[in-house]
């Protein structure tokens, strides 16, 4: 018998864990070519499933708002930027980039209702990209990326890609040592030899932190292969320093941006301290090849989300990065339940967390 759609609950289901974690953090969600290709309109993005605009204000910096005007809802990323302000297309209201109306065309002597606010949020540019965060009240920072600051580095960007898994399951695939042997046969491993070391990882500096160490084999002079060590400042973004069998050194840098709970936007760079004066497409074409290895597998993930129930899936003891990963995440989502300075507490101590784990 079917039961009555009355009897359904009508309760909207809320954020998740991770959604309300990662609104703390700063995540790239364009970059600076895309939100000028944009103008005069803003740019309409997609972060932790709320639909923003951004745009470029001049003096007033750059501006991430809510992509709805208060009106009657028209978004702000059809209209354009004007006087500073993002000027919505329907009748023309402004609002500024903390979220004030600031101009009613129909009413020129005001007044401007006091509820005229919309919801605005942090922003910055780091490394050729825009950065929003949703919720400033943890004091977290943009994942650094030494690359950037090292001028032996030449630093090229790759470009940005979607895929239809949640950021988490696409970050835990970065640092995944047991699939290179399946998924990256001859490229970065080799399947018979499908045992991967085990890394000594842990916290420092409030970052995760292992090393790897590949099997030999023959690759291509522009592969990403050799020594490896793995910095994870914040849980969605990884920096990788390679040292290379002829002494070379490059790195490879990516932040997955969460678009919603079922899809990413990958940001990344690669860079070499060698071959400046060499094309970069050969460069660019490895980690191509690389993608599209990854891509089905890594997208054909079901569900999308990354679960933090550890008997949802079945790990062992060659899943050592990704048990410390997700472990990483169930303590950052635990120290997150308050008003943000527990989280802020955590990410200071992390330190000696991993101190007391590698000890323990
Ligand atoms: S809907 Fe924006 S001004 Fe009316
Ligand atoms: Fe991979």
């Not at 695939?173 to 890394?199: C, I, K, Y």
Request: charged share 25%; aromatic share 8%.
């Amino acid at each position: 018998m079917p039961t009555s759609s009355l009897t359904v609950s009508s309760e909207p289901a809320g954020p998740s864990d991770l959604t309300r974690l990662f609104e703390r953090f700063w995540h790239p969600v364009a970059t600076i070519e895309e939100l000028e290709a944009a103008a005069p309109h803003p740019l309409a993005v997609t972060l932790l499933g709320r639909r923003l605009a951004v745009a470029d204000l001049g003096a007033g910096g750059i501006g991430a708002v809510a992509d709805r005007c208060l009106h009657r809802s028209s978004k702000l990323s059809v209209g354009w930027v004007e006087d500073g302000a993002f000027r919505c297309g329907y009748h023309g209201w402004r609002w500024d980039a903390a979220g004030r109306c600031v101009e009613i065309p129909s009413m020129p002597d005001g007044p401007i209702p006091p509820r005229a606010c919309i919801p605005a949020f942090d922003t910055q540019i780091a490394y050729g990209l825009v950065w929003v965060r949703l919720d400033g009240s943890a004091d977290t920072v943009v994942p650094a990326c030494p690359a950037w600051a090292d001028a032996s580095m030449k630093v090229v960007a790759g470009g940005p890609y979607t895929w239809p898994v949640s950021a988490p399951r696409r970050v835990e695939n970065f640092v995944d040592l047991a699939h290179f042997a399946w998924v990256h046969d001859g490229s970065l491993g080799r399947r018979d030899t499908p045992v991967p070391p085990l890394p000594r990882i842990r916290r420092e500096d409030g970052e995760l932190r292992f090393e790897y160490d590949p099997p030999e084999m023959e690759t291509d002079e522009t592969a990403l292969f050799g020594f490896s060590r793995y910095r994870m400042p914040i849980p969605l973004s990884v920096s990788i320093d390679f040292e290379l069998a002829d002494g070379a050194r490059r790195n490879l840098w990516m932040t997955a941006s969460p678009v919603d709970d079922g899809s990413c936007r990958t940001f990344w760079f690669v860079s070499r301290d060698d071959r400046h004066d060499e094309d970069d497409g050969p460069h660019m074409d490895f980690q191509a090849l690389v993608l599209r290895e990854d891509e089905p597998l890594v997208t054909n993930q079901d569900p999308p989300e990354l679960s933090l129930d550890p008997t949802f899936e079945l790990s062992v003891r060659t899943d050592r990065v990704s048990i410390e990963y997700r472990r990483w995440l169930r303590e950052l989502v635990a120290a997150n339940a308050g008003d943000g300075t527990e989280l802020a507490a955590v990410l200071a101590s992390a330190r000696a967390l991993g101190e007391q784990r590698v000890q323990g």
